[in-house]
């Protein structure tokens, strides 16, 4: 595919592979570093996931899970994304990528700094534009949403969704007890308020409203009390999408290209 400009992203997740995407369409050569253990919920659309599987495809691109960075330049060759698990960036050096990209979400900063690249971007709360990254992007529901922060900080996590079709808090649903997800519905499927999804060990976990579950952690994770561990969407129309990405990631994949374009980090 020619590429030839490198760029790293943290995190794996459906936000951050509406990013990886964009970026692998637009012509350039990702690496991404991910957990040992991803929490994704759509997981449809999760380049993280090949941590687990070794192998993970979002709308045609596929992921590849590597052991170590002297794999990428193989996995690049193949047409293909590299995943590599590292928490704390410490391949970040070895790689000198021309950006990098923190997608982590995890609505404060786990560790990213303008060091770690000529051109450092973060995606929602937690960062300070030109202290922290050059540059930050706004990741709240709205008017703002994509809004590219030259100076200063995202909207702080408020805690509550988006509101869709007039549901907020109802559309996520959280671990009532710590344990082992088993679960009895997959993503998709149209359910019913007060069905039950799925057992943490032996807790059942219901429906909070009546729509598609969106999304739902993979089977056999072990959560805590209180993590977020399902979506549903009360729009049952949109069961046609939840192995696409999704409008927000979209609308913040492409104020990451805008931020590497205006910047002159070229494909």
């Not at 999760?46 to 596929?62: L, N």
């Not at 590597?66 to 050096?93: F, H, N, R, Y």
Request: proline share 4%; net charge neutral.
């Amino acid at each position: 595919m020619g590429h030839k400009t490198t760029l790293l992203v943290r995190g794996g997740g459906d936000l951050a592979s509406g990013v990886i995407h964009r970026l692998y369409k637009c012509g350039y050569q990702v690496l991404v570093l991910e957990c040992r253990k991803p929490s994704a919920i759509r997981r449809k659309v999760s380049f993280g996931e090949a941590v687990f599987d070794g192998i993970s495809s979002v709308e045609g691109v596929t992921g590849r899970l590597i052991e170590d960075v002297s794999e990428c330049q193989k996995v690049w060759e193949a047409g293909k994304v590299p995943i590599l698990v590292d928490e704390t960036g410490k391949v970040i050096k070895e790689l000198r990528p021309d950006a990098l990209i923190d997608a982590i979400l995890a609505k404060r900063n786990l560790g990213t700094t303008r060091e770690m690249a000529p051109l450092t971007v973060a995606l929602g709360p937690g960062f300070e534009a030109g202290k922290d990254v050059d540059f930050v992007i706004e990741t709240q529901r709205g008017h703002n949403l994509g809004r590219v922060i030259r100076k200063g900080s995202a909207t702080p996590n408020t805690g509550i969704p988006g509101v869709i079709a007039g549901y907020g808090k109802e559309r996520v649903i959280h671990s009532p007890a710590a344990g082992i997800m088993h679960n009895l519905s997959q993503i998709g499927d149209i359910v019913e308020k007060d069905q039950i999804l799925a057992r943490v060990d032996d807790v059942p976990v219901y429906a909070s409203l009546t729509g598609v579950l969106r999304g739902i952690i993979r089977d056999g994770y072990e959560v805590p009390k209180g993590m977020k561990i399902a979506d549903i969407d009360p729009r049952q129309e949109q069961k046609k999408n939840c192995d696409t990405i999704s409008d927000k990631a979209r609308c913040i994949a492409g104020s990451v290209v805008e931020i590497l374009l205006s910047e002159g980090v070229l494909p």
